[in-house]
């Protein structure tokens, strides 16, 4: 059984304020490419393990859910970190998480508590990374420019260096900018051809 812990950006961090936005549709591109390849490695079962978060968590699982029709052997796990998660959020993320849940194989909570502390978030990061051997991540350490303001991806990513340290067979896969920007200029030209060829 392979086990991939898929994270990233929260979508403010990437400027994405709506789901059509471009750098949604290349974002996922990506993703759909790297789980693809992945899952053509095995025959095993695969599951995506993924948070809740408005972002490359929820767009992973979605390519993941997705994907599920080509690949029988993959299945998808959402799992919070503390209970009532998501709570303060607007009407529409509320409703878009209740979607994943009903959406995925597996949902679990690692605290049945409310939040009550950075602690819980340490036991949630530490319980990724013990129930998966891959952690396929988009973050570019790059970015990480001003030590007063890290993205959250930095500190899973730290995380799981230091967790590599100790489990050396732990795997970790970034997914970085230029990687992105790559894919979306090839999307763009792919758009262009489109266009041209069928007139529009």
């Given amino acids: 059984m392979r086990r991939i812990w898929l994270t990233g950006y929260r979508s403010y961090e990437l400027g994405v304020f709506e789901d059509k936005d471009t750098k949604v549709t290349v974002i996922k591109m990506v993703l759909t490419e790297r789980l693809t390849q992945l899952l053509n490695q095995t025959e095993d079962e695969v599951w995506v393990?993924?948070?809740p978060q408005m972002g490359v968590e929820r767009w992973?699982?979605?390519?993941?859910?997705?994907?599920?029709?080509?690949?029988?052997?993959?299945?998808t796990?959402?799992?919070?970190?503390?209970?009532?998660?998501?709570?303060?959020?607007?009407?529409?993320?509320?409703f878009k998480l209740q979607q994943m849940v009903a959406q995925v194989d597996y949902y679990g909570e690692v605290s049945n508590l409310p939040y009550q502390g950075p602690e819980q978030l340490r036991?949630?990061?530490?319980?990724?990374?013990?129930?998966?051997?891959?952690?396929l991540m988009v973050f570019d350490p790059e970015q990480e420019l001003n030590p007063d303001q890290h993205a959250k991806p930095y500190w899973d990513y730290q995380g799981a260096q230091s967790y590599q340290a100790t489990a050396p067979d732990y795997e970790i896969s970034l997914i970085m900018m230029d990687e992105l920007q790559e894919a979306a200029e090839n999307w763009a030209e792919q758009q262009r051809e489109d266009a041209e060829t069928y007139g529009e």
């Fill in 123 to 135: 036991r949630y990061q530490q319980f990724l990374m013990e129930h998966s051997d891959y952690l």
């Fill in 49 to 51: 393990i993924a948070g």
């Fill in 77 to 94: 796990s959402l799992i919070m970190p503390f209970a009532e998660f998501g709570r303060q959020w607007n009407e529409s993320n509320q």
């Fill in 60 to 75: 992973g699982l979605e390519v993941a859910n997705e994907l599920k029709v080509d690949y029988p052997q993959l299945k």
